[in-house]
């Protein structure tokens, strides 16, 4: 069971994106699966299939998922398909099942995954994603990267400090 005890990694993003998000978002997943972790996201295009295709290619186990009713609709890089029937109401399940989130680019689906995620308190990164703010106040509640790298490091560091605080 090479799995157990990994840490579960959720990337997040559009089902369209630009050839610099899939280039970053293949980057996120294959460092991912270099790093032993268990990628979780939604099952579909865009960002998803290229941070699935980038774990797979590491040899990593992904998890998509999947707002429908059928495991057809999963990218062909998701190891195991989860279907919910939920639509978009899933994204709570993409976000619950992580450790921590890395939010790639995306429209307001992405949005709703950070919004979940700080609200259930799992640490989020972005590359080129959401940023916030409050009553005109910006709120530093994403953890901005710079590259898959930094992201994926960021990650794995607030997923050890939250192990470090249970």
Known sequence: MPFVGS???????GGRCSPAEREIAEEVGTELARRG???????????????SKGARSAGGLTVGILPGSGREAANEYVSIPIVTGLGEARNVLVVKSAQAVIAIGGEYGTLSEIALALKMGVPVIGVGTWSLSKKGKSKENIAVAQDAAEAVSLAFRAVAEGLQRA
């Open 7 to 13: 840490a579960f990694i959720a990337v997040v993003g």
């Open 37 to 51: 972790a268990v990628l979780v996201c939604g099952g579909l295009g865009g960002v998803m299939e290229a941070a």
